[in-house]
């Protein structure tokens, strides 16, 4: 149930790359291939099944890297949580398949904030944790001091997100390495093989992507990971930490039981840091937490009124709560009838976000917002000089570089909602300036007060909050998203029957690509959406017609 929080929207301004601040982000996850569906049986006394299932990132019918889960693997795995002490409702005992059978009450309804498990301390891993794991073995071993660890981490990764996350796999791939002797091998056992999030996009697929930050995100993570790994000295720690947890598990090197090759190459640290990131969840005080089994659950947006009326979503730490003895506590967060799965809301996190460090793209996603290209945007260079000199004075246009004229860009990136929404100020103070109207003599009272500089009560009524800049705001909205719409080199029924083709080949690059091509089916379908907001259908140039359909995935 990683937490994916991230400040609402980052890459490209848009989602947070490493998704994280805890209730300004609100924790967000993702769909992962093994998912626990916790669903009511229809019977007259109701009983909660927590069934654990294979659930794929991607929207396709089966997914090739996912694990193959048995009965058995999910009999292991559900029997080990509550023999370390995790609790799911209030149980009855096993079903048929490895399924636990909770009571439920009468009722045959699951509301929301009902508690739904708590996962103990003895199995929740944090960066804290592994660090004094790693220290207290050091100590035992005379070996590589923690605080060459840390050293090592900070220098190679700036984010303490993505530090978090190399801890915990560091952590992974330690115990990997002890085979069938670690105590954490149920758990193992029920992680993907493979997670496509950005950074394992090959060329080709960050080519059909068409974003070119995003792209760039991409190659640099890759570059920063191999980085560290080859040259930084993280192999050199994640060989060492494998050495002293075999030893004190009681292993020596050369036992069978210890598979050292295959979870102690770069491949694996990739593997497990993209895990990490997945998956895991952050509380308050931005710490990410690895919590078996609450990280299984798998996305849905919740609508609810806040967030039908334009308001923030719930906070994930509404339903998430670390209790006294350093137990993790997962409630629900909808009222959920029964037969039904159970789903969470991530929180407001854009699509470029679950893309980036979850692997997935949802099928549905209030919060997610489509990037207008800078070019298309009115530049400052049309705006009076007396009002550009005002909105670089009070920030709303931030130069990049004194020796060029400032750009569009230079007031931040805009990125609309299926509902036209723009929710940057800075953006939607700066569209109001380009849209003054000479005709009315509404450029010319905004030149004058411009001039009274100190005057910026009188400067926000003139230039940015003048009658009818919202309608004007809104009219420039729904104008570049069907201009970005129309002007893409390829349509959204030809994109969509990319997709259902990707999806049904069984490849990893296959599985990228389709990826790739679903995230811009949905930046496609937010922009025609945004176009059509006041329920005019967007008609494009005449080679383009086929652009205004809509088809369902």
């Known amino acids: 149930m990683a937490q994916r929080s991230g400040t609402k929207k980052k890459p490209r301004q848009r989602a947070s790359p490493t998704k994280q601040s805890a209730d300004n982000n609100k924790s967000s996850r993702s769909s992962k291939p093994s998912a626990t569906v916790l669903s009511l049986l229809s019977i007259p006394v109701a009983i909660l099944v927590v069934s654990l299932k294979i659930k794929e990132y991607l929207p396709s019918p089966s997914k090739p890297n996912a694990p193959e889960h048995h009965n ?49 301390r003895s199995i929740i891993v944090s960066a ?17 001091a923690s605080g060459d660890m840390e050293r090592i981490v900070s220098l190679s990764f700036q984010s303490p997100l993505v530090q978090q996350d190399v801890y915990l796999s560091l952590h992974l791939m330690a115990e990997c390495s002890l085979g069938t002797a670690s105590k954490l091998l149920p758990y193992l056992r029920m992680l993907p093989t493979d ?29 920063e990971l191999s980085t ?22 009681g292993l020596s090197l050369e036992d069978e039981a210890v598979s050292r090759d295959d979870c102690l190459t770069f491949e694996s640290f990739h593997r497990f840091v993209a895990i990490a990131s997945s998956r895991a969840m952050i509380l308050e005080g931005g710490t990410k937490y690895l919590a078996p089994l609450a990280d299984m659950m798998n996305y849905m947006p919740r609508y609810d009124n806040n967030r039908a009326a334009g308001g923030t979503n719930e906070s994930f730490l509404t339903y998430h709560s670390r209790n006294s003895d350093g137990s993790i506590t997962v409630r629900a967060d909808r009222n959920v009838v029964a037969g039904n799965q159970i789903f ?38 049309s705006l009076p000089v007396e009002l550009l000199d005002v909105l670089i004075e009070q920030g709303i246009v931030i130069s990049s570089s004194p020796d060029h004229p400032p750009s569009a860009s230079d007031a931040g ?5 299926a509902e036209g929404v723009v929710t940057d100020e800075r953006m939607r103070t700066y569209l109001a300036t380009t849209q003054l109207d ?13 001039r009274r500089r100190k005057e910026t009560e009188l400067i926000t009524r003139q230039c940015t909050a003048y009658p009818g800049h919202r309608e004007a705001v809104e009219t420039l909205i729904r104008n570049l998203a069907r201009q970005t719409y129309c002007e893409a080199s390829t349509t959204i029924g030809e994109d ?37 907001a006041t329920g005019k259908p967007v008609v494009c140039s005449s080679e383009h017609d086929n652009r205004a359909t809509n088809p369902e995935l």
């Not at 804290?128 to 590589?144: E, G, K, M, T, Y």
């Not at 991530?346 to 990037?371: K, Q, R």
């Not at 000479?438 to 411009?450: D, M, S, T």
């Open 72 to 120: 058995n693997d999910i009999s292991d795995f559900l029997a080990w949580f509550k023999d370390r002490g995790g609790s799911i409702s209030s149980s009855d005992g096993a079903g048929n398949g490895g399924d636990i059978v909770v009571s439920g009450g009468r009722q045959n309804v699951i509301s929301k904030s009902d508690e739904l498990f708590t996962v103990p």
């Open 128 to 144: 804290r944790s592994v660090i004094d794991r790693f220290a207290s073995l050091s100590r035992q071993n005379n070996s590589i």
């Open 195 to 223: 997670v496509p999030r950005l950074d394992t996009f090959d060329e080709e697929a960050l080519e059909v992507l068409r974003d070119d930050y995003l792209a760039t995100l991409a190659r640099q993570s890759r570059e």
């Open 228 to 249: 560290a790994w080859h040259k930084n000295g993280v192999k050199d720690i994640a060989l060492q930490m494998a050495r002293m947890v075999a030893i004190d598990s």
């Open 344 to 381: 969470e809301d991530y929180g407001e996190t854009d699509n470029s976000l679950f893309l980036e460090a979850f692997g997935f793209v949802p099928n549905a996603n209030p919060s997610h917002c489509a990037v207008i290209p800078p070019e298309i945007i009115p530049q400052p260079s």
């Open 413 to 417: 990136t805009l990125c609309i909602s």
């Open 438 to 450: 000479e005709k009315e003599g509404q450029k010319q009272k905004c030149i004058n007060a411009c």
């Open 496 to 532: 969509t029957a990319l997709l259902q083709q990707r999806q049904l080949d069984d490849s990893r690059q296959d599985s990228s690509m389709a990826l790739a091509v679903k995230f811009l089916v949905e930046e496609k379908r937010t922009l025609l959406s945004a176009a059509e």
